[in-house]
């Protein structure tokens, strides 16, 4: 907040305090919004390759959509919910302190001076490699929990807890952090692309002598929105690979290469963007809430604590 259309202020005292309080608020609207098509997403990278004659088991975002609720009810669309919306406080909370952090050593090595959009997306990349350390365990359940019903083994897990102890009691801490390479893939572009994007627009739409206080929420909402959709242009394709790999069976594969060769052997280079359809309508309204829930609590917290 509080940042010209040309220019980037240092940080106020306790800036990275702020953020880290203000970026776990903003994750938690991200999740409440978009997390039914987040369900939807993950099925249907992992949906099983149908037999030769068979048709598959979800044939778009749409019949996913309609079995899933008729199988299980509305439920079955927020499977899983608990993990990310427990995590989802220090992860959100992480990558904008980490984003805060980037930010604000390379203030210094410009001795204060402007940061260039480069120098954001830097910050973005600093951010995802914070955030990944806390993210990865949360998103190896989540993802589990999401695709149990398709796995045809019955219902395994009876929630998100049981699920997390006994996938570390299975493997221990290596089981609980599988994918971790393949997140760092997917979260330390992304976010660069994520928050370069976001800053850019609201410069762009900041009036001439005006700070971005003075934008009305919707210019929040579209600037949120669209570094969402950039985010998941960047991350779509190492998404599919950690959730093949997050949910295969133990010692299927051997890390993201493995998974990516395998893929490319028996489904073709098509399989990497399922679940595109509502990746992209997910992230638009699901980073906008989180935008602004994260700059209505940026503000609130200034007042508070100026």
């Known amino acids: 907040m509080g940042e010209t259309t040309g220019e980037q202020r240092p940080a106020k005292q306790g800036g990275l305090v702020k953020s880290f309080v203000a970026g776990g608020f903003g994750g938690v609207c991200n999740v409440l919004v978009g997390y039914p098509l987040d369900t939807i997403k993950v099925r249907l990278q992992t949906q099983p390759k149908p037999s030769p004659?068979?048709?598959?088991?979800?044939?778009?975002?749409?019949?996913?959509?309609?079995?899933?609720?008729?199988?299980?009810?509305?439920?079955?669309?927020?499977?899983?919910?608990?993990?990310?919306?427990?995590?989802?406080?220090?992860?959100?909370?992480?990558?904008?302190?980490?984003?805060?952090?980037?930010?604000?050593?390379?203030?210094?090595?410009?001795?204060?001076?402007?940061?260039?959009?480069?120098?954001?997306?830097?910050?973005?990349?600093?951010?995802?490699?914070?955030?990944?350390?806390?993210?990865?365990?949360?998103?190896?359940?989540?993802?589990?929990?999401?695709?149990?019903?398709?796995?045809?083994?019955?219902?395994?897990?009876?929630?998100?807890?049981?699920?997390?102890?006994?996938?570390?009691?299975?493997?221990?801490?290596?089981?609980?952090?599988?994918?971790?390479?393949?997140?760092?893939?997917?979260?330390?572009?992304?976010?660069?692309?994520?928050?370069?994007?976001?800053?850019?627009?609201?410069?762009?739409?900041?009036?001439?002598?005006?700070?971005?206080?003075?934008?009305?929420?919707?210019?929040?909402?579209?600037?949120g929105g669209m570094a969402g959709v950039f985010f998941w242009v960047v991350a779509i394709v190492p998404d599919t690979l950690k959730s093949r790999l997050q949910t295969a069976p133990e010692g299927m594969f051997s890390g993201v290469f493995a998974v990516y060769r395998n893929l490319m052997k028996h489904e073709g280079p098509k399989a990497l963007f399922k679940g595109v359809g509502p990746i992209m309508l997910r992230s638009f309204p699901a980073n906008a809430a989180c935008f602004l829930g994260f700059e209505v609590a940026m503000k609130a917290l200034n007042d508070i604590l100026p």
């Open 53 to 223: 004659g068979e048709p598959p088991l979800y044939t778009s975002a749409v019949d996913c959509t309609v079995k899933t609720i008729r199988n299980e009810g509305i439920r079955g669309l927020y499977k899983g919910m608990a993990s990310p919306l427990v995590g989802v406080t220090p992860i959100f909370a992480i990558s904008f302190y980490g984003y805060e952090f980037g930010k604000k050593i390379q203030r210094r090595s410009a001795d204060g001076g402007n940061l260039t959009l480069p120098q954001i997306s830097i910050a973005g990349f600093i951010s995802g490699m914070f955030s990944t350390t806390v993210m990865v365990p949360f998103e190896r359940v989540k993802c589990v929990m999401q695709v149990q019903r398709n796995s045809g083994h019955g219902m395994k897990y009876k929630g998100s807890l049981d699920c997390a102890i006994k996938l570390y009691q299975e493997g221990g801490i290596r089981s609980s952090y599988r994918g971790v390479g393949a997140t760092l893939l997917r979260d330390v572009p992304a976010t660069g692309a994520y928050f370069g994007v976001y800053e850019f627009l609201l410069r762009r739409m900041t009036p001439e002598g005006k700070t971005r206080e003075h934008l009305h929420p919707l210019s929040i909402l579209f600037a």
